[in-house]
């Protein structure tokens, strides 16, 4: 049946079906907060989804699957040995006597190693889910001493370089193992597991026994044994029930209302799209909302977004659907993941005379999946709605047209799409023209939407999220309030402009102080009116002082709304410029003389040893106040768009400045000048 709640209003609709969360789950680790992260520092948090409070953590490098992850797309979780930890003694991950099930999707860097998947950090912990070269295998204990419950029993074989759902589970003491959704063992043992020694965590790959590989889609159930017989894998991520709309399996939705911007409410960072060189938009013909990708079959149009796993379809399930109009059946790009017309890609769906096409790849450099094949034919001059929906329940690559099914073409069990990094480039190509026509209201899940015929959504797809727009002004005197400013959630940052490096004394025998930083003042949810003219001021740089005698001038104060610094709204201190010849340091812009609910100072100039001139300090921030420069050495920046100070010394280096960073002295010569100031305006629409 189709996805229900295909309205455009937010408000009490049907419910959606359920992907894999219930009351029952109580913990799951999926990763995709780290689609566009190729590597994991220590302590890095990974979120629960099915309970947002609690995270894990990297307990080394480790890594997110940069190029191996389930199925769908997205990210997984990769083991280097170091491992992920849960928090101390989390009682979700204690069983007792009760039901349980544990299922996740794991696969080996190996099968030589040994080691545990997924366990407790001690010898004879409650259960461990272990490697033992080609098998995944199951041990529990009830007693802390021995393995009594299970000792090595057969979860499912080992692959490397495969992925493999395996599940355990126990219901009224039986306990049940299970590969690929086929049991593979059963026995009966009612002891219960016992609660760990206080103070443990539960590991991904402890240190008692390291493991290396993937895993994802992991998930913990309480109360219910899940699996009663052999069933297919999952292969759409776990989300639990879906509304529909734009909801947790929305990984791009773009509605071209004159604006790329990404409203997908399934990201935790939203894709950064770039409207090409020759994109535009059409405010005539448009389906909702005012405007719509505008296409005319030009090379560079269009708009794309940059490489992200979760376009990466694989073998998953994933609908991609989009309102179309056609103005002519010349052949150009619809939506394909890739930036030229000369390169292979996973898939690339265009329009040309026979309709909408596609084609698509396992091997990267042949059409060795689809070739052209016709997916619908939609008319000329008008709105129609298009919707392509891989189902693995059947192997079918589906295409709906205005909600009617227009074709169906088999998806060979097992084929598994071939995984580039490139762009998804919607409309036209680098080198090669979108559809003569408009694309309006696009969207991007990494779910089945539909297997059945629907009726077309009559609006644009809600709620969005929320996406923040940023203004920096380093110029001007005067910024308009745009007409979609948030009064309920804005900030302006402040940054004064940095300090003037001293010049040599005219005997040239001790060289220049180093200027200091300016300071940072932000304030929050300021109250403007959209139209209104805004005056501000942006802080000079202080000037250099010149060999010879000449001191560094002092840094400008940049200030927001208002005449003055004392009579804006928000402004910041620039910093002192350095003496000549030595002496006193500069001081950095005073938090003090600052106007904002958070302020920082600027840190003070560098002095000179003899003729070794002194550094720049830094520029204050919103982490915190500028570094000091001490002796020839810069102060560092406080964070934001906070520059260091410049390097003294022979030769002095001169940044990079950024803005508000302290200037520093030449050994001998002229200083060199500070930075200028900057405001910084963000604001959530």
């Not at 940059?306 to 998953?316: E, I, L, M, T």
Request: with cysteine.
């Amino acid at each position: 049946m189709p996805l229900p709640g295909l309205i455009p209003f937010v408000g009490v609709g049907p419910t959606g079906p359920t992907y894999g969360v219930d009351r029952f789950t109580v913990s799951l680790l999926k990763f995709d907060e780290f689609v566009t992260a190729t590597a994991m520092g220590a302590g890095q948090t990974v979120k629960d989804f099915a309970k947002p409070s609690r995270t894990w953590a990297s307990n080394g490098a480790n890594g997110v699957g940069n190029g191996c992850y389930w199925f769908a797309g997205g990210a997984s979780g990769y083991c280097d040995g170091s491992g992920y930890y849960s928090p101390i003694d989390d009682v979700d991950y204690q069983f007792g006597s009760g039901d349980f099930t544990i299922d996740l999707y794991v696969l080996p860097n190996n099968t030589t190693q040994t080691g545990y998947i997924i366990g407790w950090n001690y010898g004879f912990g409650p259960w461990v889910i272990f490697q033992n070269t080609t098998t995944y295998t199951l041990y529990a204990s009830s007693n802390g001493t021995s393995w009594d419950i299970a000792n090595g029993v057969g979860i499912a074989t080992a692959t490397a370089g495969a992925w493999t759902h395996i599940a355990v589970q126990r219901k009224a003491g039986v306990w049940t193992t299970w590969g690929n959704g086929t049991q593979v063992n059963t026995f009966t043992n009612a002891a219960a597991l016992p609660t760990p020694t206080a103070g443990q965590r539960l590991w991904i790959s402890p240190a008692i026994a390291p493991w290396g590989g993937y895993v994802d889609e992991i998930r913990f159930s309480k109360g219910t044994a899940r699996y009663t017989g052999t069933f297919t894998p999952p292969r759409s991520p776990y989300y639990g029930t879906l509304s529909g709309y734009n909801d947790a399996a929305t990984k791009l939705l773009l509605h071209f209302d004159s604006d790329v911007n990404d409203r997908a409410l399934g990201l935790s960072v939203q894709n950064a799209m770039v409207l090409r060189p020759a994109g535009a938009y059409d405010t005539s013909i448009f389906k909702f909302g005012g405007a719509a990708l505008k296409n005319v079959n030009v090379n560079n149009e269009g708009a794309y977004a940059p490489q992200s796993k979760n376009f990466d379809v694989r073998a998953g399930d994933w609908t991609i659907d989009y309102w179309i109009y056609r103005t002519s059946t010349v052949a150009g790009n619809i939506v394909a993941k890739r930036n030229s017309g000369a390169a292979y890609a996973p898939f690339a769906i265009a329009s040309d005379p026979t309709g909408i096409i596609i084609y698509a790849s396992v091997s990267g450099t042949a059409w060795d999946a689809y070739v052209g094949n016709v997916l619908c034919n939609p008319s000329i001059s008008a709105w129609h709605h298009v919707a392509h929906v891989k189902t693995n329940s059947n192997n079918m690559l589906t295409t709906y047209l205005d909600g009617v099914q227009a074709s169906q073409f088999a998806w060979s069990s097992g084929t598994v799409l071939w995984m580039n990094s490139d762009v998804l480039s919607i409309g036209g190509l680098a080198d090669y023209g979108g559809l003569n026509g408009r694309i309006d209201e696009f969207r991007f899940s990494d779910v089945a939407r539909w297997t059945a015929n629907f009726t077309p959504p009559a609006g644009p797809y809600a709620p969005d999220a929320p996406v923040t727009k940023t203004v920096t002004l380093t110029s001007g005197s005067a910024w308009v309030v745009p007409a979609d400013w948030n009064n309920a959630n804005n900030t302006i940052e402040t940054y004064g402009a940095g300090g003037g490096g001293g010049g040599a004394n005219g005997g040239r025998t001790v060289a220049g102080n180093g200027g200091a930083g300016g300071a940072f003042s932000r304030i929050s949810n300021l109250a403007l009116t959209p139209g209104n003219n805004i005056t501000f001021a942006i802080g000079a740089p202080g000037p250099a002082g010149v060999n010879g005698g000449a001191n560094g001038g002092d840094g400008g104060d940049t200030w927001f709304n208002g005449a003055s610094l004392a009579a804006s709204s928000v402004g910041a201190k620039g910093g002192q410029g350095g003496i000549t010849g030595g002496g006193t340091a500069a001081l950095g812009g005073a938090a003090a003389s600052g106007v904002g609910t958070l302020k920082k100072s600027g840190g003070n100039g560098g002095v000179p040893s003899g003729m070794v001139g002194g550094g720049g300090g830094g520029a204050g921030g919103p982490t915190a106040d500028g570094g000091a420069a001490s002796g020839t050495t810069a102060g560092t920046a406080g964070g934001g768009l906070a520059g260091i100070g410049g390097v003294g010394g022979n030769p002095a280096v001169a940044g990079p400045f950024n803005y508000g960073g302290g200037g520093c002295s030449h050994s001998g010569n002229n200083g060199i000048a500070g930075a200028q100031g900057a405001i910084l305006i963000s604001y959530v629409v």
